[in-house]
């Protein structure tokens, strides 16, 4: 069916997969699956409102006809400039301070672009109603965890989450949806899943996404301790976190791995969700200690 769909961009080439949801184009272009017209939508007006504030975005490529996606019977389909840049792997194996720091910068800058953004879908529900909601149901139903160890946490942000800032969001945000040239950032990619929340979340899912593949975390404890710190110094160059959101914060990665558990579970994907309870307790380690 891909290949079908070049027609409407005027392309002749066949894709060639790269992920489940995307494919390159004659090297050039990549034409990116999203599900929904409404995902469809939300790419779009996130990536101008990036792009006004000068944050590098692929540009959309508009159809011989001049639409800016295809709605076929299994989805929508955007077709996107590919730009240069290579994902960062294995952080801690580099300089991660200074890296964590620049990062820090781009996500400040992303949030601040993303402050012009008024929020336009309707009955999604911000991220502490989902964890009174499906995820405590399902870990409720849960053997790795008591209901004191999940409900605490849980409880704890929940109580302190009106107080957070709100507005749009990324909600995927990791170095997977990063492009960068050394320490310069080239491409922010992937907002499928771009909701108005907490701008805490952000910044929680991306640090303890950083702990993310490593069997012993406690070797690697310290430069996580650090990575922290340098990206919250970024960060706050752009914009200056409230100290809500800084006592929120180990409560907001905790409860983020608490999502994963739950999630998860629903795919009974087990060893998932052993290696994300050991974040979570990982996360609840290194702040008891503080």
């Given amino acids: 069916m891909t290949a079908g769909i070049m027609k409407f961009w005027g392309l002749n080439e066949e894709p060639v997969a790269a992920t489940l949801t995307?494919?390159?184009?004659?090297?050039?272009?990549?034409?990116?699956?999203?599900?929904?017209?409404?995902?469809?939508?939300?790419?779009?007006?996130?990536?101008?409102a990036l792009n006004f504030h000068g944050v590098p975005v692929p540009h959309i490529m508009k159809t011989t006809d001049g639409r800016d996606y295809i709605l076929a019977e299994e989805g929508c389909y955007l077709l996107m400039e590919k730009l240069a840049g290579r994902h960062i792997k294995e952080v801690f194996e580099q300089d991660y301070a200074s890296i964590a720091y620049e990062t820090g910068i781009v996500i400040g800058k992303i949030h601040c672009a993303f402050m012009t953004v008024s929020d336009n879908k309707i009955g999604i529900n911000p991220f502490h109603q989902e964890l009174t909601g499906w995820i405590s149901r399902e870990l409720s139903c849960s053997s790795l965890l008591t209901k004191e160890e999940w409900s605490e946490p849980m409880e704890a942000l929940c109580r302190i989450y009106p107080q957070l800032p709100r507005q749009q969001i990324h909600r995927d945000l990791h170095y997977g949806n990063l492009l960068f040239e050394g320490t310069t950032l080239t491409g922010v990619l992937d907002f499928d899943l771009g909701k108005q929340d907490a701008r805490l979340f952000d910044i929680a899912y991306f640090l303890a996404g950083?702990?993310?593949?490593?069997?012993d975390l406690m070797a690697i404890k310290h430069k996580w301790i650090r990575f922290i710190s340098q990206f919250l110094s970024g960060y706050e160059s752009m914009i200056v976190l409230e100290n809500d959101e800084k006592k929120a914060l180990p409560l907001m990665m905790q409860c983020i791995e608490l999502l994963f558990i739950a999630f998860w579970q629903q795919q009974a994907n087990q060893e998932a969700a052993a290696e994300t309870l050991?974040?979570?307790?990982?996360?609840?380690?290194?702040?008891s200690q503080e």
């Fill in 210 to 215: 950083q702990l993310l593949g490593y069997k």
């Fill in 278 to 287: 050991q974040i979570f307790k990982f996360v609840e380690h290194v702040y």
């Fill in 22 to 48: 995307t494919w390159e184009v004659a090297g050039k272009f990549i034409l990116k699956s999203v599900g929904t017209e409404n995902a469809a939508l939300n790419n779009i007006r996130l990536t101008k």
